[in-house]
């Protein structure tokens, strides 16, 4: 395999563990954003 295609196949694995790198992160905040909305509605019923 020539330089020019380990970069290529490089650059593209690169591109895609963005992708999931983006997707995962965006997974987290809507995680957080559940978290949050849980441990309010929880701490107004104890309350």
Known sequence: M???????????ENRRLKEDNEKLMNIVVQMRVTLNRLVLRYVTEEG
């Open 2 to 12: 020539a330089d020019e295609e380990k970069i290529s196949v490089l650059e593209e």
